[in-house]
């Protein structure tokens, strides 16, 4: 664990935690805009129905964990098709041919990208607006966006902790995987495993557990507890409050963090190093600076697309929010800038 207070900070935490509390209910999504969602979810399922009537279509990434941020018009969408190659020559030929189809039936801006590490097609369903990501057979993002959730249910601070660190992270431009900073989901792996580390910890470590909910994906056991009622109340022998766990966060990143050798992963209390997971040399584009194992895909290094500038950008900002934290003279101030464009 790590200690259990940040040093001394001279703003008066139980205003700043009024104030988060207050952003993350602006945050949220309304119930009008889930309403909006739901539809839109219903409109693209029945889409993909009509032309694959074969498949099954499951909704993943935020808006089915609910670690999403009102008023973001995006769904992940996963197809998937039996006695499909899980390789991703074939699931190129079908996206190939799915970017085709979704033209012909009036989506605009179709986008395939069939030569991705997972292929994808993208598209802008005209009628609700929404924009949408289609992969097929992504069978480790559904199972990892139900694990996200089955922590978000065990203690309410995470999905607070995560709407503000995403709120932050699209701020301040440190939240696109494509320019060489994290993607959502590796934020989202940070702030669970952050909650973990607690003394005592706001969370369990859900795969050291017995599994209730068990999965094989390709090579990958998939296998963890998902008994969230009986882990219901787990963190409540810690006590700190969300703004004590975002300035805690900052502290972690900025000065705590062993980025040479650390590497974060949520699926076991004990320390990771780079040497263990072999993630020391550079190979091709994949660098390991700022390492983040999934929690699946044990290869899968969530920081490979961090490149030198990107990690120094990160960096600077995690000092940068720390700082504003420790010397802001009011919370109002902390947060303006804070959250600064
Ligand atoms: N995902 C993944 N591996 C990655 C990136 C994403 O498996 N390298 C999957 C995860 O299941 C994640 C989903 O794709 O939940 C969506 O990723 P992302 O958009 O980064 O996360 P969201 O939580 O949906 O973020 P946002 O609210 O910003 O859309
Ligand atoms: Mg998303």
Redesign the pocket.
């Known amino acids: 664990g790590m200690p259990s207070l940040p040093p001394p900070i001279r703003l008066d935490l139980s205003d700043l935690d009024a104030r988060l509390m207050q952003l993350v209910e602006q945050l949220a999504p309304s119930a009008e805009q889930r309403a909006r969602q739901q539809q839109a979810w219903a409109a693209v399922q029945g889409l993909l129905q009509a032309l694959w009537p074969q498949a099954g279509v499951h909704l993943?990434?935020?808006?089915?964990?609910e670690?999403?941020?009102g008023g973001?018009n995006?769904l992940?969408v996963c197809l998937e098709l039996e006695g499909v190659d899980e390789t991703k020559e074939a699931r190129g030929e079908i996206i190939s041919q799915l970017g085709e189809q979704l033209e012909q039936a009036g989506m605009l801006n179709v986008f395939a990208i069939p030569r991705a590490r997972?292929p994808v097609v993208k598209f802008e369903h005209p009628e609700t607006g929404y924009k949408v990501?289609i992969t097929v057979n992504?069978r480790?993002?559904?199972v990892?966006?139900k694990l996200?959730r089955d922590y978000a249910a065990i203690d309410p601070r995470l999905r607070s902790l995560?709407l503000l660190v995403?709120h932050w992270a699209?701020r301040r431009r440190c939240?696109d995987?494509y320019v060489g900073t994290l993607?959502?989901?590796?934020?989202?792996l940070m702030c669970i495993s952050h909650l973990q580390a607690r003394s005592p910890p706001v969370l369990p470590v859900l795969q050291e557990m017995e599994p209730t909910h068990r999965r094989t994906i390709g090579n990958w056991c998939c296998d963890f507890c998902d008994d969230t009622s009986a882990l219901a109340g787990f963190g409540r022998g810690n006590g700190e409050s969300v703004a004590a766990l975002l300035a805690c966060f900052f502290y972690y990143w900025a000065h705590q963090h062993d980025f040479r050798r650390g590497v974060v992963t949520v699926r076991q209390s004990s320390a990771m190093t780079k040497a263990m997971k072999g993630w020391t040399t550079r190979v091709g584009l994949e660098r390991h600076l700022f390492c983040i194992e999934?929690p699946f895909?044990l290869s899968?290094d969530?920081g490979r697309t961090v490149h030198a500038e990107g990690c120094d950008k990160l960096r600077h900002e995690f000092r940068r929010a720390w700082d504003v934290l420790r010397h802001a003279g009011s919370s109002s101030q902390a947060l303006q800038e804070l959250l600064a464009e």
């Open positions: 993943f990434g935020s808006a089915a964990n670690l999403d941020i973001s995006d992940d997972m990501d992504n480790l993002a559904v990892n966006t996200l995560v995403k699209k939240n995987a993607s959502s989901y590796a934020y989202v999934d895909e899968h969530l």
